[in-house]
T-cell receptor
Framework: NAGVTQTPKFQVLKTGQSMTLQCAQDMNHEYMSWYRQDPGMGLRLIHY???????DQGEVPNGYNVSRSTTEDFPLRLLSAAPSQTSVYFCASSRRSGTANTGELFFGEGSRLTVL | GQQVMQIPQYQHVQEGEDFTTYCNSSTTLSNIQWYKQRPGGHPVFLIQ?????EVKKQKRLTFQFGEAKKNSSLHITATQTTDVGTYFC????????????FGQGTTLQVKP
């Protein structure tokens, strides 16, 4: 049972380069999201999706793009990497909960990105 | 915008001492969730509280949801070295879209 799979686990980029962080889940979850984690800042929501073809911005969306062509996949694209995007990125998914629409989040193992 | 604040940011305790982290929201929450992240790991779901004044226990961990549903706490009795990690609270974002807004987390270190 794979759960939420993120690749790559580690990546070093130069300023201005682009790259895509991959995220896939095999639990048929409707909801997927991307967070970044920085020291002292907790987990900040970048983008999220409530289903295939639907995405929306979170707290810190600038510099990132997402798409959701299938239920399983939710890639995060950095268009032109900047040192401020050095962080640990987590992908998460959940089933929509009946009353509150916020089910338990299942996280991937994280992708550590360094931008030089 | 909506904010979820957590205190303290760090806590060092001697093994066997108790530990509490507090979570406060700028808005009323329909529910609150708690997660634990071990060093170098990813956040793992602990519990969800839904009802006003709710108290739930998991072995040495006690979770409370405030009467006004704007605050919550996690209390660990007699800490052990296995309790080391960062504890996050999280509340639903606006718009009932399923998104969760996390607090900054409390990092617990336990001295054996």
């Amino acid at each position: 049972n794979a759960g939420v799979t993120q690749t790559p686990k580690f990546q070093v980029l130069k300023t201005g380069q682009s790259m895509t962080l991959q995220c896939a889940q095999d639990m048929n979850h409707e909801y997927m999201s991307w967070y970044r984690q920085d020291p002292g800042m907790g987990l900040r929501l970048i983008h999220y999706s409530v289903g295939a073809g639907i995405t929306d911005q979170g707290e810190v969306p600038n510099g990132y793009n997402v798409s959701r062509s299938t239920t399983e996949d939710f890639p995060l694209r950095l268009l032109s990497a900047a040192p401020s995007q050095t962080s640990v990125y987590f992908c998460a998914s959940s089933r929509r909960s009946g009353t509150a629409n916020t089910g338990e989040l299942f996280f991937g193992e994280g992708s550590r990105l360094t931008v030089l | 915008g909506q904010q979820v604040m957590q205190i303290p940011q760090y806590q060092h305790v001697q093994e066997g001492e108790d530990f509490t982290t507090y979570c406060n929201s700028s808005t009323t929450l329909s529910n609150i969730q708690w997660y634990k992240q071990r060093p170098g790991g990813h956040p793992v779901f602990l519990i969800q509280l839904v009802k006003s004044g709710e108290v739930k226990k998991q072995k040495r961990l006690t979770f409370q949801f405030g009467e006004a549903k704007k605050n919550s706490s996690l209390h660990i009795t007699a800490t052990q070295t296995t309790d080391v990690g960062t504890y996050f609270c999280a509340g639903p974002g606006s718009g009932n879209t399923g998104k969760l807004i996390f607090g900054q987390g409390t990092t617990l270190q336990v001295k054996p």
